[in-house]
């Protein structure tokens, strides 16, 4: 018996593959870097991000800072919102791209060279508290055409968690090629604080943030007689069944591991997925003899 479970497991997981995905810099945030401020101060930040830090380093507050409390290895990073000055919140944030300090709603340009295609989602490890009602965000912007163009969008909004929670977003689903630059931004609050939407003192932890993408899945167009559908889901993912026929639905995450199995027939067609969260899964049916009928990448949104 357990012979024939790990052969099958083996099996389950032969079709599947990780790519060598080129990652986000400094995904662990172990690595941190000590900046001159401009009033004889120091502050440390992430290698590979600017922060928030800049902006306000000129009243010697700092909204992100090195943390112990780590999902994996020493550090992590932390952001807090605070109040600045008058009705100017600074929110704390990471990003890739150049921020752009103004008293009154700043923002950010460009990014990191990024000239792969579309990773499939990110992940990442976070905790957050947040003040009133407020919600933590994280934002993946391909840009392309000198900066000029935003070739890919995503934003996953992130709420109240008191432990360390797996994050999982598919990006950009249904949108292929490539960019020119990545940028990926993380901000303690959902409004921007230079117009006063922020909430002072809410808090966000990020760690062990990772792109993944799918290779090697041998995906087998569906045949004309099955249909798996809506891609991207929410909720139930329905199955469309040849009259008389019976098959089998399993649906795998990105490492191979199987979540769930489940027989399909004219009268059962549609198999719950609302207690995934959101990311890019491998979805495989086959017929009761194995016989493979449709094997392809299946986005989940919240």
């Not at 080129?22 to 600017?50: A, K, M």
């Not at 290895?73 to 990471?94: C, D, L």
């Not at 990006?171 to 490539?178: E, F, K, Q, R």
């Not at 230079?194 to 792109?211: R, T």
Request: charged share 15%; glycine share 8%.
């Amino acid at each position: 018996m357990k012979k024939t479970l790990i052969t099958s497991l083996l099996v389950s997981v032969s079709f599947l593959t990780i790519n060598a995905q080129t990652q986000p810099p400094n995904i662990d945030f172990e690595d941190w870097e000590t900046l001159n401020g401009p009033i004889s101060n120091q502050y440390e930040e992430p290698v590979g991000y600017g922060t928030s830090n800049e902006c306000t380093a000129l009243i010697n507050q700092f909204a992100v800072t090195k943390s112990t409390d780590a999902h994996s290895g020493s550090y992590s990073v932390r952001m807090e919102t605070f109040q600045a000055f008058g009705n100017v919140k600074a929110n704390g944030i990471i990003t890739t791209a150049q921020l752009v300090c103004l008293a009154a709603g700043g923002g950010q340009e460009g990014g990191i060279s990024y000239t792969e295609e579309y990773p499939d989602s990110l992940i990442g490890w976070f905790k957050y508290a947040p003040a009133n009602n407020d919600s933590a965000y994280a934002q993946i912007m391909f840009l392309s055409n000198n900066d000029q163009d935003t070739s890919c969008f995503t934003r996953l909004d992130l709420h109240a968690a008191a432990e360390w929670t797996r994050f999982s977003v598919a990006i950009c689903p249904g949108v292929m090629g490539s960019a020119e630059k990545l940028s990926l931004f993380f901000s303690s609050s959902w409004g921007d604080g230079g117009l006063g939407q922020a909430e002072v003192g809410s808090v966000l932890f990020i760690d062990d943030i990772e792109f993944l993408t799918t290779v090697g899945i041998d995906e087998i167009p569906t045949e004309s007689t099955w249909n798996v559908y809506p891609n991207p889901v929410q909720g139930e993912l329905n199955v469309q069944v040849l009259r008389g026929m019976q098959a089998e639905i399993e649906i795998l995450d990105v490492t191979g591991k199987r979540l769930k199995v489940q027989k399909v027939n004219e009268s059962n067609q549609t198999i719950d997925l609302s207690d995934l969260t959101t990311g890019v899964y491998v979805y495989r049916l086959t017929s009761l003899d194995n016989e493979p009928l449709g094997t392809g990448r299946l986005f989940v949104n919240p």
